[in-house]
């Protein structure tokens, strides 16, 4: 089955300053990579996702990029704002799987 | 809408008793998913339903969980007899039908405590 890796387990970062968390997935069959964002006491709130046939997505602050050759892709915060700060969980699912499998998951600090 | 629904928010129990964690779900959406989150193992898919009907409940631990969806506006994640192990952030989710792995809709999850 799928197995999803996510570095680094926790980020610190200068507010202004730009912030990366990557992932790796095992399964090539996986063709769908959400990132959900879990703020203190709510449940997980998906913030952009990427199909495998786009190696890019912007959606103002926030990218994503896939490389499906190599089996991974990141999550890039730009201008990080205080609100910035939380859990950032990657998922990978595929075709005709209903269910994703989330990465463990990076706490994410945007010092002021 | 009001969100996907879940009740209790907290819930403390003493080991071996019933424990039963309730969720609406967004109305219209035809999936329902139960997760369990801990700190070690992160977030785990335990069941999932469509159409009230389940589908893989290949995460349920153990022969102690079971769950259910009487219909399309509720379903129960019931653990009996519960134990401390079993401490966790339970979120229900749900999401339209149509297009494969769409958008996850969480609820904002109980927090379960077995003493």
């Known amino acids: 089955g799928e197995n999803v890796e996510q570095h680094p387990s926790t980020l610190s970062v200068q507010e202004g300053d730009s912030a990366v968390i990557k992932c790796t997935y095992s399964?090539?069959?996986?063709?769908?990579f959400p990132w959900y964002k879990q703020e203190l006491g709510k449940g997980p709130q998906l913030i952009i996702d990427?199909?495998?046939?786009?190696g890019e997505k912007k959606d103002q602050r926030i990218a994503v990029t896939l490389n499906k050759t190599a089996k991974h892709f990141s999550l890039h915060i730009t201008e990080t704002q205080p609100e910035d700060s939380a859990v950032y969980f990657c998922?990978?699912?595929?075709?005709?799987?209903?269910?994703?499998?989330f990465g463990q998951g990076t706490r994410l600090t945007i010092n002021p | 809408d009001a969100g996907v629904i879940q009740s209790p928010r907290h819930e403390v129990t003493e080991m071996g008793q019933e424990v039963t964690l309730r969720c609406k779900p967004i109305?219209?959406?035809?999936?329902l998913f139960w997760y369990r989150q801990t700190m070690m193992r992160g977030l785990e898919l335990l069941i999932y339903f469509n159409n009230n009907v389940p589908i893989d409940d290949s995460g349920m631990p153990e022969d102690r969980f079971s769950a259910k969806m009487p219909n399309a506006s509720f379903s129960t994640l019931k653990i009996q007899p519960s134990e401390p192990r079993d401490s966790a952030v339970y979120f229900c989710a749900s999401r339209e039908a149509g297009r494969i792995n769409e958008k996850l809709f969480f609820g904002s999850g109980t927090q379960l405590s077995v003493l």
């Open positions: 990427i199909r495998s046939n786009v």
């Open positions: 399964d090539s069959a996986s063709n769908y």
């Open positions: 998922a990978a699912g595929g075709q005709g799987a209903q269910k994703l499998v």
């Open positions: 109305s219209g959406h035809d999936y």
